[in-house]
Structures are given as structure tokens and as C-alpha cells.
């Protein structure tokens, strides 16, 4: 599966919660979880269930960061990755950070140069990369 969507993590899915109209799938890959809220059409058209590989799916620009070595409390977003900034490029107004996480995967990103300046992100830091569950997109093979 080639996709230009940056971040692809492969994974099994532990656990599908079912609702109404959506439902959350968990993907879990190297001791980390992933939640993707998606329409329970989607879910049963992928034939989506426990123990099924499937690829946990984001786009850089929707990864948002904090500064700091422990996920934020209080804060409505479901998927929390704890890492170290292994590189930024800035561009003329946005960067790409990137985010190691202890397995080795990375998490890239896409904010403002303000936004990397004001967080105070530099390589070798610790940083949360905080995406929202409906943020997510499942894929399977």
C-alpha cells in the first residue's frame, strides 16, 4: 500500500468498540495503542475485528505536539506518543517535525515555525505527538 499520508503504522487491532453511526478501533503496533474513530460502514467494509492486521493511518498535518515527556491530562484527544525530536526542518512557514518513539518508529508532523519556536522544540527533546482519534485512518492489505 503506497500512500502519501506520512505516518503508517502497521499493527493488530485489539479491540473494536461499536456504536450507532461510528465506532473505535484500536490498533495496537510495538507496545503502543492507537484509537481511530470511523464510520461503522467503513468498519464492517473493511471487515474490521480483533486480531486482524491493519495499518493505522495520519496525515502530518494532523499531528500536534507538546513539549515535555509525559502525555497532557485533561485534553479530549485519545492518542498520546511520548518521544524524542529527532529532527526539524522548518520550511518558509511551516516545519516538519519528527518524533522517534522508543520501538524506533517515527511520527512526523507538520505545525508553524511559530509554533516550534514557542514550544521551544529542538532536537534531542522530549515531546508528546497528540493526534485525534477521528484524525485517524484505518487501512488494511
Do not use: C, W
Not at 502519501?4 to 450507532?20: D, K, L, M, P, W
Not at 485533561?74 to 525530536?85: H, K, M
Amino acid at each position: 500500500m503506497k500512500i502519501s499520508a506520512r505516518n503508517q503504522f502497521e499493527g493488530t487491532i485489539s479491540s473494536v468498540v461499536e456504536g450507532s453511526v461510528n465506532g473505535v478501533v484500536t490498533i495496537d503496533f510495538e507496545g503502543y495503542a492507537i484509537k481511530a474513530d470511523i464510520t461503522m460502514e467503513s468498519i464492517k467494509g473493511l471487515e474490521l475485528a480483533e486480531g486482524k492486521k491493519a495499518f493505522a493511518i495520519i496525515k502530518a498535518s494532523n499531528v500536534m505536539f507538546a513539549a515535555g515527556s509525559e502525555p497532557i491530562k485533561n485534553i479530549s484527544a485519545r492518542n498520546q506518543l511520548v518521544g524524542t525530536i529527532a529532527s526539524i526542518k522548518e520550511g518558509a512557514v511551516n516545519g516538519h517535525v519528527a518524533l522517534e518513539l522508543a520501538d524506533g518508529n517515527k511520527v512526523i508532523g507538520s505545525i508553524t515555525n511559530e509554533a516550534i519556536e514557542s514550544l521551544g522544540l529542538a532536537e534531542g527533546e522530549k515531546a508528546v505527538a497528540i493526534i485525534k482519534s477521528t484524525d485517524v485512518m484505518v487501512g488494511v492489505e
